[in-house]
């Protein structure tokens, strides 16, 4: 069974940066693609940052565009999400998912609170 549990989460101010972890319990190595998700409270879960397998090709939306990196260490298993010039609608439960021979896996979620 695949786990992927988030870590990094807290409460930081307006301009200030986390960086998000994304443990799997198993090799990332066959995930065919591994990114990061939110949701805000009354609001629909959206795409943050995604990655393929080989690294080379990232996805963000545009409203991180510039202040958030997406990254993956395989020796650790462990994908981040830099995060910079945190905004307070950055304010949300980041959630960790990852897709491997077609089924895909959640993480339990980190809040990210972002205050003025």
């Known amino acids: 069974q695949v786990q992927l549990v988030e870590s990094g989460g807290g409460l930081v101010q307006t301009g200030g940066s986390l960086r998000l972890s994304c443990a799997a319990s198993g090799s990332i190595f066959f995930f065919s693609l591994m990114g990061w998700y939110r949701q805000a409270p009354g609001k629909q879960r959206e795409l943050v940052a995604t990655m393929v397998s080989d690294g080379g090709s990232s996805n963000y939306a545009d409203s991180v565009k510039g202040r958030f990196t997406i990254s993956r260490d395989n020796a650790k298993n462990t994908v981040y999400l830099q995060m910079n010039s945190l905004k307070s609608e950055d304010t949300a439960v980041y959630y960790c998912?990852?897709?491997?021979?077609?089924?895909?896996?959640w993480g339990q979620g980190t809040q990210v609170t972002v205050s003025s």
């Open positions: 998912r990852g897709v491997r021979f077609g089924s895909e896996y």
